[in-house]
């Protein structure tokens, strides 16, 4: 069965410095997403893409944050200088593109630790 | 803006009994309705939808919900609960068919033997 993959599975990091996280949607998604869970909070929004462009983003998705489609793969979120806060579960997901809605797939996670 | 409360941080449901975890949702327009399941250390596993049509709907491992219109419900079922059922429960909501899921907190399902 087709998974949505994100690598790496932990990622630490010091205050300042960038990340990239990465993910591989299901093959035939068009729709790729960005979550993010603090710990012991619930699932925030952060980012959604299409056609390669933002659909839509929330007001946590500031400047500091880039999304990009590098390849036919590859769907990466990027974290220009991290802060504490930034310290969360990042899921990625996709969905495909069907007549009435194709549900969103969700990866594994990756835990960024930022010190 | 649309919005999702699940009340109840934990249910604790003894093995065989049936369970509910509840969810109530806010959103202009017509709901899209989701729930999924979170393991330890394991992403998010879709369980169930409602998009149109019968209010009982059936998803995986024998869960179902039932859609409320007119209480904005959408609470999560089983009829014989499972000890490896015990993980946490998200319910969410969307306003299209592409549109970004609005989670609640979560709801925590401990089965006991």
């Known amino acids: 069965e087709p998974e949505v993959t994100q690598t790496p599975s932990h990622q630490v990091t010091q205050m300042g410095q960038e990340v990239i996280l990465r993910c591989v949607p299901i093959s035939n998604h068009l729709y790729f997403y960005w979550y993010r869970q603090i710990l012991g909070q619930k699932v925030e929004f952060l980012v959604s893409?299409?056609?390669?462009?933002?659909?839509?983003k929330s007001e946590i998705f500031d400047d500091q944050f880039s999304v990009e489609r590098p390849d036919g793969s590859n769907f990466t979120l990027k974290i220009r200088s991290t802060k504490l806060e930034d310290s969360a579960m990042y899921f990625c997901?996709?969905?495909?593109?069907?007549?009435?809605?194709?549900?969103?797939?969700f990866g594994p996670g990756t835990r960024l630790t930022v010190l | 803006a649309q919005s999702v409360a699940q009340p109840e941080d934990q249910v604790n449901v003894a093995e065989g009994n049936p369970l509910t975890v509840k969810c109530t949702y806010s959103v202009s327009g017509n709901p899209y309705l989701f729930w999924y399941v979170q393991y330890p250390n394991r992403g998010l596993q879709f369980l169930l939808k409602y998009i149109t049509g019968d209010n009982l709907v059936k998803g995986s491992y024998g869960f179902e919900a039932e859609f409320n219109k007119s209480q904005t419900s959408f609470h999560l079922k089983k009829p014989s609960a499972l000890v490896s059922d015990s993980a946490l429960y998200f319910c969410a909501v969307s306003r299209h068919n592409t549109d970004k899921l609005i989670f609640g907190t979560g709801t925590r399902l401990q089965v006991f033997p």
């Open positions: 997901a996709s969905a495909g593109a069907g007549s009435l809605y194709n549900e969103q797939f």
């Open positions: 893409f299409y056609n390669n462009e933002i659909s839509e």
